[in-house]
Every structure is written in structure tokens, then in C-alpha cells.
T-cell receptor, first 113, second 116 residues
């Protein structure tokens, strides 16, 4: 199935550093979601973006919905050890009753002390 | 209640066994989903139910049989699986977007399935 291009594939950073990752698509999406997944657990929704150009924050996380509707960015400021995990972007064609999520390939984040 | 609950958390089954995975949500979401996730890969959609009716089947082999008995429950019946079917099976639910409300597309913790 279709996947979104997500980069970087993995990151090794020190505690306190800022993190940026992005997701690009050849198709337009009307909603972008960002999830974090810990080992052996399901993805947990971090941020949802509904409008092109929208910038939304959730604590130390900030995400943007690209103007072209074909990309999205996630920034994490002042990383801490519990930020470790896999981050997935996901695009939705619509937010009707039932919608198929298209996932990015994931960014694996490791934080060292 | 803002959770999707999946049982069991772990399952080991033989290739001739019949087993079922269960999923439950009480958020009033009218869409429910099964996703399959292999190690180090993103989740892949298997089935979508909308208002208790199957709306999408992503060409999943018939050895996987979904069932939606009511708006809160979703089952995945397994029969004659292969070792390559071993994966994390995730259930999710979602609601229609309502302006001003936080959109919910919520995943359960998954069932780790091993086929031996």
C-alpha cells in the first residue's frame, strides 16, 4: 500500500536538544496526524492538524500542516529520555465517519543522557 | 472512557488452531479498524467497519475473518494461519470530525500474535 516518505529514518540526540522530522506525500491530505509508538504498544495520537498552514502545539511538541497539503513537520523541543520511541506521521483524505490512515515510514528517536 | 481495549495482549497459536482477537471501545465511535504491524514497519490497514458494516477489505486472505457484533465491539477470527502472519494486530476506532472538538483516531495496545 501507499506510504508517506518520512525523514529522518532515525535520530540519536542528547537530552535537551531539539528534534525535527518531516513527512512528504505525492498526494494531498486534508488531515495530518502525528503518533508516537513505544515498543509493544499501539500508536498514541500526539497532534492532529486540520487546515493547510496550521501550526499546532502540544506541550513541547509543535507540528505544522504544509501549505501544499502534501507535507507536515513535527518539532520536539528540549528532548527528554521519555521522548524515545517511533514517531509516525499519518495522512487522512477526509475526516468522515470512516477513513483510511496512510502512515509514514516512521522516525526512530533515541535520546542519550 | 477514552480507550480502545484489546484482548488478549499476547497469543501463540498453531497453524491448525482457531482463535479470536477482541476489541472494545465505549467512546461512541462508529468506525472501527483492524491494522497489522510487522516489526520496524508502520501499521497496515486490513479492514474498516462503518456503522457495524464492513466498508473496506484490503484484500486480506480469508483466513482472517472480521466481525462487528455491535457498535462497541470488533472481533478478528483467525483460522489456519501461517508463520508469516505473526505480527502486532492493532484495533482502532474513529469518529466523524466535529469542528472545535479534538479529532479522535484512537489505537488499542495491540495483540502480539505468534503463529508456530
Amino acid at each position: 500500500g501507499q506510504q508517506l516518505n518520512q525523514s529522518p529514518q532515525s535520530m540519536f540526540i542528547q537530552e535537551g536538544e531539539d528534534v525535527s522530522m518531516n513527512c512528504t506525500s505525492s498526494s494531498i491530505f486534508n488531515t495530518w496526524l502525528w503518533y508516537k509508538q513505544d515498543p509493544g504498544e499501539g500508536p498514541v495520537l500526539l497532534i492532529a492538524l486540520y487546515k493547510a498552514g496550521e501550526l499546532t502545539s502540544n506541550g513541547r511538541l509543535t507540528a505544522q500542516f504544509g501549505i501544499t497539503r502534501k507535507d507536515s513537520f513535527l518539532n520536539i523541543s528540549a528532548s527528554i529520555p521519555s521522548d524515545v520511541g517511533i514517531y509516525f506521521c499519518a495522512g487522512l483524505p477526509n475526516t468522515g465517519t470512516a477513513s483510511k490512515l496512510t502512515f509514514g515510514t516512521g522516525t526512530r528517536l533515541q535520546v542519550t543522557l | 472512557d477514552t480507550e480502545v481495549t484489546q484482548t488478549p495482549k499476547h497469543l501463540v497459536m498453531g497453524m491448525t488452531n482457531k482463535k479470536s482477537l477482541k476489541c472494545e471501545q465505549h467512546m461512541g465511535h462508529r468506525a472501527m479498524y483492524w491494522y497489522k504491524q510487522k516489526a520496524k514497519k508502520p501499521p497496515e490497514l486490513m479492514f474498516v467497519y462503518s456503522y457495524e458494516k464492513l466498508s473496506i477489505n484490503e484484500s486480506v486472505p480469508s483466513r482472517f475473518s472480521p466481525e462487528c457484533p455491535n457498535s462497541s465491539l470488533l472481533n478478528l477470527h483467525l483460522h489456519a494461519l501461517q508463520p508469516e502472519d505473526s505480527a502486532l494486530y492493532l484495533c482502532a476506532s474513529s469518529q466523524q470530525f466535529v469542528p472545535g472538538a479534538l479529532y479522535g483516531y484512537t489505537f488499542g495496545s495491540g495483540t502480539r500474535l505468534t503463529v508456530v
